[in-house]
């Protein structure tokens, strides 16, 4: 039977007391002035964990060891805390030291570490297991779907969902299911499933939504446009419809009922005028009119109220215009909510060094690094502004380590050329030159702008260099360096 939304309240509620109850009697020591029961340091656990604080509930569980220390619910509450700390191995040793094979919870922690472990095909076998208990126990299935969902495995996840679905009317699995198919690129087939929800409540906002967005992605605009219009009719005041309805109408070109949409709901609801507005500025932003984006951008930009991906076209619509202050300020306040966005933290170190803010560039750029350390583009980049920084070993390490992934590439033979240049080593820096220059002729010139001094020098090698050639000389840079 399905829980009713008092009943729902109630036990929420209830869990709700008893972690302030926890964290009112709980000492740093890890004793207790009151006593829990272990039904008790289970729903603390799991609390902690679905709200992501292993490390509160880890505290939970040690209390529950002390508390029942024979109890055998505290070992596979351990290990659950030892996966969300992304602590795998350990879990799994933990779990094969106990012996509660006809425990589903057991097949299911144990199948989450090994998961975590990329070990499918024994996670599988476990899946298999907890499924045994019930196949077509919506909740388990559901349980097992999120452990691959979570872990980048839709196609499993699908795969053990389904087994669930014999004409179910549980709307958290169809949903699933459509979310599910919808990430591996498969529309038409969450589309079936979005068409379900629907049958089963016409009512449904969101499911409306993934219908429109669903059809927009297979390129059926008109009936996107039916579906916004009709999840509207629901809900006019959904400010996340009225937004995706005004986007998809902006990528139609039709620009004149897409602000028509907007000004309506920003009248009707005026806290969301600055969001209004700043969608339309990205209107004006992606014909390439920047400064009438700007003016948008300036007026609609809200710090309690916004949508990150317009935010971030209006840091980028500031580097166009070259406003660097405006770039750092409100690139800055964005990283808040998406610190790991590399484009972002980019644009905002490259604002730093045009303000000759180099240290905070540098910073900047590190931070970019961290997250993508293969990327050759940024390594060249930071290379360069290490150049900048009369910073040359660090210049060195960078620009070569972009250099070993990207060895035919002109710009990291040009960038090679110069530190090598710097290093005095004229050997390999002709080298490289030779190289760029083959790669991209345009190298050559500004390979002169870079090192102007050198000209001279390298044209008289080139020079030489084209002799050596007509004289029939195979290895010409050997012969050119060899020593006297």
């Not at 509620?13 to 207790?32: M, P, Q, W, Y």
């Not at 969450?190 to 379900?196: D, H, P």
Request: hydrophobic share 40%; charged share 30%.
């Amino acid at each position: 039977m399905k829980q009713s939304a008092e009943d729902y309240f109630r036990e929420q509620e209830r869990i709700s007391r008893l972690v302030s109850k926890f964290e009112c009697n709980v000492f740093d020591d890890g004793t207790a002035a009151v006593w829990f029961d272990s039904e008790d340091i289970e729903d603390i656990c799991n609390f902690y964990l679905e709200a992501g604080k292993p490390d509160r509930a880890e505290k939970a569980v040690s209390l529950g060891e002390r508390l029942h220390p024979t109890d055998e619910l505290m070992p596979m509450l351990r290990a659950h805390v030892l996966i969300e700390k992304e602590e795998p191995k350990e879990a799994l040793q933990l779990l094969d030291t106990l012996s509660y094979t006809s425990d589903y919870y057991w097949h299911y922690l144990r199948m989450g570490a090994l998961a975590d472990m990329q070990r499918w095909g024994e996670a599988c076998q476990e899946a298999d297991a907890a499924l045994r208990f019930d196949r077509h126990d919506v909740k388990i299935a559901l349980d097992i779907g999120r452990v691959f969902y979570d872990r980048g495995r839709s196609d499993l996840a699908i795969e053990y969902m389904l087994r669930a679905d014999t004409g179910t009317d549980d709307t958290e699995l169809l949903t699933a299911l459509a979310n599910c198919y919808e990430e591996t690129g498969m529309a038409a087939e969450a589309l079936v499933y979005t068409e379900r929800m629907i049958d089963l409540d016409p009512y449904m906002t969101a499911a409306w939504q993934m219908k429109a967005s669903l059809h927009a992605q297979m390129q059926e605009f008109d009936k996107a446009e039916d579906a916004y219009k009709y999840a509207l009719a629901i809900d006019p005041c959904n400010e996340s419809t009225v937004f995706a309805f005004a986007r998809l109408l902006l990528y139609e070109g039709m620009e004149k009922e897409a602000f028509g949409v907007l000004d309506e709901f920003a009248e009707r609801d005026p806290r969301w005028k600055g969001v209004c507005l700043m969608i339309r500025a990205d209107a004006y932003f992606y014909k390439g009119e920047y400064r009438k984006a700007h003016s948008l951008y300036y007026k609609g930009f809200d710090k309690t109220l916004f949508l990150a991906d317009s935010v971030m076209r209006y840091v980028e619509c500031k580097s166009i215009l070259k406003k660097w202050k405006g770039v750092v300020s409100v690139g800055n306040f964005l990283i808040k909510f998406i610190p790991d966005d590399v484009k972002l933290l980019e644009i905002v170190a490259d604002a730093y060094a045009c303000m000759k803010q180099y240290t905070m560039s540098a910073k900047t750029y590190r931070r970019c690094l961290r997250l993508q350390p293969d990327s050759a583009y940024l390594l060249l980049r930071y290379g360069s502004l290490m150049l900048d920084m009369q910073e040359q070993k660090k210049a060195y390490t960078a620009i070569n380590r972009a250099y070993k992934l990207m060895p035919d590439v002109a710009q990291t033979n040009l960038m090679m050329a110069v530190v090598c240049y710097l290093r005095k080593e004229f050997k390999r820096m002709y080298h490289h030159y030779l190289k760029a220059c083959r790669l991209d002729k345009s190298m050559k010139k500004l390979f002169f702008e870079l090192c102007p001094d050198m000209k001279t020098y390298v044209t008289r090698l080139d020079s030489f260099a084209a002799k050596c050639r007509k004289a029939g000389i195979e290895d010409v840079e050997e012969f050119m360096f060899r020593k006297k």
